[in-house]
Structures are given as structure tokens and as C-alpha cells.
T-cell receptor, first 115, second 112 residues
Framework: DAGVIQSPRHEVTEMGQEVTLRCKPISGHDYLFWYRQTMMRGLELLIYFNNNVPIDDSGMPEDRFSAKMPNASFSTLKIQPSEPRDSAVYFC?????????????FGPGTRLTVL | GDSVTQMEGPVTLSEEAFLTINCTYTATGYPSLFWYVQYPGEGLQLLLKATKADDKGSNKGFEATYRKETTSFHLEKGSVQVSDSAVYFCALRGGSNYQLIWGAGTKLIIKP
């Protein structure tokens, strides 16, 4: 298995632009998580899905952030408009039941820089 | 609510030294406990886990014992290598909540 795939690996954009991050979970996994990692705030859970349905989006910082999972093999995290304080590494992770969410498999991350 | 507290880093050791990274938790019920490791430029990966009191998780020479009486899950390794340099995260999952609660991470630096 190729593992969790994220694209792009690096994104540099200017303030105000729309940014879309993409994730392909491991085939057969029914949970998908989006995290943000910064030096200041550490690892933060933004949102997670179960069977393509958003379960908890309480970690989404504000309305500029949105996430979708149109099917079991693809999810997007969109920031519109982007701001410099959104600069971070964004990770996608997936896991499966009945193992539950114990073992989350992380992608390599997308490093976002907003100028 | 549930929380995880890890010792602050960075922790700097010489090769072959003994390692302990402290982790304590606050949770209701009987959480499962985990250690994840993040190597430079990579995502996190599960290192070991324990699902009930007195369980010992182990992997790659690392060990951690689930101590309910002290609400701790300290990570240990008898002889560290330069390749162990990474950031280590302690986490818990409690009850029916499918989220992991993460510690802040501890950066480990091993010098040859």
C-alpha cells in the first residue's frame, strides 16, 4: 500500500489567495483526520470524518477553513482567503475500525507558507 | 476534559545513553495510551501503545508501561542511537471518543 498521500508537499501563496490541500487515505480506512502543526500551537486536530461524513469540526479555526470528503478515497481542506497566520504543516491521517482510531496513519504533510 | 502532559524538550543525550521521556495524563475511565514518533520532515507514526493498566508496549527497543496509579506512560530506551533523534508524542484515546488527545511533543537529540 502506498500509504496516505498528500498533495502538494509544499505550497507558497500570497495572502488572500485560495489554497486547496488534498489527501488520499489508505484504501479501506473509514476514518480521516486533518491536523495542523505549528511551533506555537503544536499538533491540532481540525476535523475528522467517518465514512465520508464530518463528525467533529470543532477544531476548524474559522469560516475561512472548509473540508470535504466526496468519496472514500479523497478529501480536501480549503482555505479561502488565506492569511499569513495559516502558515503551518497540514497533515492528513486515516485509520480503520474495528481497530478504531488507535493507529492513525499519517501522510507526509503539506507545508503551507502564506506570504 | 482529558489531557496529556509531556516533559519539555529538547532532550539532548549522547549515543548509548538511557532515555526517559515523561508523560502523564488526565482522563475519566480507562483510556488507551500511545507514543507516536515524528522523524524530521515526515508525518507521525505509531511507536507503541497500551490499552489497559499494567500493559507494557514495546517496539524498536522502546518501552512504556501503563501506570494507572500514577496516571503515567513514560517512554524508555536502554541505549539510544543517533537515528532515534526525532519528536516524540504521547497521546490518549478515552472511552467512546474516537479522537486522540495529544501531548505537546518532546524533541530528542542524540549526539554521536
Amino acid at each position: 500500500d502506498a500509504g496516505v498521500i498528500q498533495s502538494p508537499r509544499h505550497e507558497v501563496t500570497e495572502m488572500g489567495q485560495e489554497v486547496t490541500l488534498r489527501c488520499k487515505p489508505i484504501s479501506g480506512h473509514d476514518y480521516l483526520f486533518w491536523y495542523r502543526q505549528t511551533m506555537m500551537r503544536g499538533l491540532e486536530l481540525l476535523i475528522y470524518f467517518n465514512n465520508n461524513v464530518p463528525i467533529d469540526d470543532s477544531g476548524m479555526p474559522e469560516d475561512r477553513f472548509s473540508a470535504k470528503m466526496p468519496n472514500a478515497s479523497f478529501s480536501t481542506l480549503k482555505i479561502q482567503p488565506s492569511e499569513p497566520r495559516d502558515s503551518a504543516v497540514y497533515f492528513c491521517a486515516s485509520s480503520s475500525t474495528p481497530g478504531g482510531t488507535d493507529t492513525q496513519y499519517f501522510g507526509p504533510g503539506t507545508r503551507l507558507t502564506v506570504l | 476534559g482529558d489531557s496529556v502532559t509531556q516533559m519539555e524538550g529538547p532532550v539532548t543525550l549522547s549515543e548509548e545513553a538511557f532515555l526517559t521521556i515523561n508523560c502523564t495524563y488526565t482522563a475519566t475511565g480507562y483510556p488507551s495510551l500511545f507514543w507516536y514518533v515524528q522523524y524530521p520532515g515526515e508525518g507521525l507514526q505509531l511507536l507503541l501503545k497500551a490499552t489497559k493498566a499494567d500493559d507494557k508496549g514495546s517496539n524498536k527497543g522502546f518501552e512504556a508501561t501503563y501506570r494507572k496509579e500514577t496516571t503515567s506512560f513514560h517512554l524508555e530506551k536502554g541505549s539510544v542511537q543517533v537515528s532515534d533523534s526525532a519528536v516524540y508524542f504521547c497521546a490518549l484515546r478515552g472511552g467512546s471518543n474516537y479522537q486522540l488527545i495529544w501531548g505537546a511533543g518532546t524533541k530528542l537529540i542524540i549526539k554521536p
